[in-house]
């Protein structure tokens, strides 16, 4: 890249003025929430803001007993913020990409640790994958959130989706999966021939399939994940 002098410097990386959508991406790896309410958010993902905005870590009761105890038991990490007030925030996550999805009634399901930020209008919860034994040491637990919305999610690199048929189920690495129709429902395989070759903590013996009707969304990116600590 050529030299730039400062004022060509601040002119190419300043923020979009004009934005006036709730949330506005102003690159991909950047989002802007035009804060006027309340916004859920992903804990330690803010970088910057202006206005009057408060940020409030989200209650252990918040959402109520049943999701509370949820959480506990299946230990899943995803800490969420509540950003309230009016003004300009700016979130990041070690420079994933975001993507934005507007809900009109729609269901997903995404990997919790790349959920970035939701409306407060979106209905959420924790879930859990069916015949699950300990066999991986995260990325099993999700959030199911449906309803009226904007949902800001997020992957290392370029994300890819795949259609799922009854005709033609697919496979994929837990690790690499972070979202999915709310038709869907995976079930968790283990091929022992690659158990076997590659060794048992292989994260490829262990896979997720998908059958019946709907799309599924990966990364080029196998992400461990590890429990969120306070």
């Not at 919305?149 to 033609?168: F, Q």
């Amino acid at each position: 890249m050529a030299n730039q002098s400062i004022q060509e410097f601040v002119t190419a990386t300043s923020q979009n003025a004009q934005a006036r959508d709730r949330f506005e991406l102003e690159n991909p790896h950047l989002l802007e929430l035009n804060l006027s309410g309340k916004v859920w958010a992903k804990l330690g993902t803010m970088i910057a803001y202006t206005g009057a905005v408060k940020f409030t870590r989200e209650g252990i009761f918040e959402h109520g007993v049943g999701k509370m105890l949820r959480r506990a038991l299946t230990g899943e990490g995803t800490a969420l913020m509540k950003v309230e007030g009016r003004g300009r925030v700016y979130l990041a996550d070690r420079g994933k990409r975001v993507q934005l999805l507007r809900l009109q009634g729609d269901t997903v399901f995404v990997n919790g640790n790349d959920l970035l930020a939701m409306d407060e209008s979106l209905e959420w919860d924790v879930t859990m994958m069916r015949r699950v034994a300990g066999m991986l040491a995260g990325g099993l637990f999700n959030i199911r959130v449906s309803g009226h919305g904007t949902l800001a999610i997020s992957s290392h690199y370029t994300p890819l989706t795949l259609r799922v048929t009854p005709e033609a189920p697919l496979l994929t690495d837990p690790n690499a999966t972070i979202a999915w129709s709310g038709g869907l429902t995976p079930d968790i395989v283990t091929d022992i021939t690659l158990k076997t070759f590659l060794g048992r903590g292989s994260g490829e013996s262990i896979q997720l399939k998908f059958q019946g009707e709907g799309w599924v969304v990966l990364q080029p990116y196998e992400e461990v994940h590890t429990p969120h600590r306070a």
